[in-house]
């Protein structure tokens, strides 16, 4: 059997693997071992495996994985995503739609401190949905609010994926981080656009809140959103700066919004504890689906299915955005039967290569597959934005999807726009870091 075949076959092996309910880590771990035993020896191949698993693991660029997560567990325990949210509403919780408006403001300010899309849409479907239903909005808004908006931890810093993106292609992950800020935003204030034209289109969707605030209280509503953009700016400015590592910016910021949540008198030791819990669990899954990546990363390296692809894709009778958009695709298709992070890490060494040879750059494209699975995160079948939504409020699929729908617009448009304007994603980094 050459290679090539192998090759193939192994990725129907993982996929086999998924569906059997095996922990996709220990399956990619397996499929590289086999196939890399099968060319090279079983010998050289457990080698390998326990090389890349120590070189992987003792890396101390991805030590900032945990941090972060930490830094994230911490604000989501202590009750800042609340405050957050009841500032929010003070603004602009009289609005039509308001509630929903707040619901983004407040998301992506949290995001700011959290990379957990699950631990901002779990958060969020706790604090928000229960106030919109009060005011009696449409469940299909709230819902779908809340699950469209817990997707911008994937490119608003400090992001899990852009880290993992950026470990996988060698590539700064301050730059990804600047990277993410602008897109990040854009698609928040499309979401703020859309619900704004939706409750105009049909008012009872979400009426207008009937508490009154006073401006003093609005104005003390403020210190809460300071406070976040404060530690924001001191971990992104820092590593724009040039003045501590991504690796050092996650210490800092876990430290500050530490700070913050004992000012705030949210964090308890059993939060405290509950919140190292959590992110070392989670640290721990995302540390080692990559260390077992490696190793298949190697077999595929041998079959040169990478470069293959490569060449295909560029041979295609098609323009290069065109190709763009059947890469999209296929991370879009195949994380609709595998989540999203697993994905990625399989088809990011295989479609990589590309890349370069279009002349797109790495950077951009990080951005690009960032929104892309998004997109993947809250559309079926497996949409675990969605599931974590229903787990919590117990409404139905369909009331989810319906609420998700129209939300999908502001990531399609930002994506087309970084397309036709990739200084969008491009400017901050390279304008503060350099190329």
Not at 171 to 193: M, V
Not at 257 to 271: D, E, H, M, S, Y
Request: glycine letters at 10%.
């Amino acid at each position: 059997m050459d290679e090539i075949t192998l090759g193939i076959i192994a990725c129907f092996f993982i996929l086999f693997f998924f569906l059997t309910g095996i922990e996709l880590a220990f399956g990619i771990a397996i499929t590289g071992i086999v196939g890399y035993g099968l060319l090279s020896g079983f010998d050289v191949a457990f080698n390998l495996f326990a090389q890349d698993f120590l070189d992987t693991l003792s890396g101390y660029s991805l030590t900032v994985i945990p941090l972060f997560m930490l830094m994230g567990q911490i604000a989501f325990h202590s009750g800042i995503a609340k405050r957050l949210y009841d500032a929010a509403y003070k603004l602009i919780g009289r609005i039509p739609g308001g509630l929903a408006m707040a619901t983004v403001v407040a998301a992506t300010m949290f995001k700011a401190m959290s990379g957990s899309t699950l631990g901002t849409a779990a958060t969020f479907s706790m604090v928000a949905i229960p106030e919109m239903t009060g005011y009696n909005y449409s469940k299909k808004l709230s819902t779908g609010t809340v699950a469209s908006v817990g997707t911008l931890g994937i490119i608003l810093p400090p992001s899990i994926t852009m880290i993992v993106f950026g470990i996988m292609t060698e590539q700064s992950i301050g730059k990804l981080f600047l990277a993410g800020i602008f897109p990040a935003l854009l698609i928040s204030f499309f979401c703020i656009a859309i619900i704004y034209v939706w409750c105009k289109i049909d008012p009872t969707l979400g009426p207008r809140a009937t508490e009154a605030f006073t401006w003093r209280e609005r104005v003390r509503a403020l210190p809460e959103f300071i406070a976040v953009a404060v530690i924001f700016f001191i971990v992104i400015g820092g590593i724009m700066s040039g003045l501590f590592t991504p690796t050092e910016a996650g210490t800092i910021g876990t430290v500050a919004v530490l700070i913050l949540a004992l000012l705030r008198r949210g964090l308890t030791f059993k939060v405290f504890v509950k919140s190292i819990d959590e992110s070392l669990r989670n640290g721990v899954m995302v540390l080692f689906l990559i260390a077992c990546s490696a190793i298949l990363a190697h077999f595929f390296a041998i079959t040169t299915i990478p470069q293959i692809a490569a060449d295909w894709l560029t041979s295609l009778p098609l323009s290069k955005e065109l190709i763009m958009v059947v890469i999209c695709f296929f991370y879009l298709l195949g994380g609709s039967f595998i989540d999203d992070m697993a994905f990625m890490i399989l088809a990011t060494p295989i479609l990589y290569p590309a890349i370069p040879k279009l002349g797109y750059d790495p950077i951009w494209f990080g951005v690009v597959v960032g929104i892309t699975i998004m997109i993947g995160t809250i559309i079926p079948p497996v949409a675990v934005g969605v599931f974590v939504v229903k787990s919590i409020t117990g409404e139905s699929f369909k009331t989810i999807y319906t609420g998700v729908v129209p939300f999908l617009l502001s990531f399609v448009i930002v994506a087309a726009l970084l397309f036709l304007f990739p200084q969008i994603a491009t400017f901050l980094p390279y304008t503060f870091m350099g190329r």
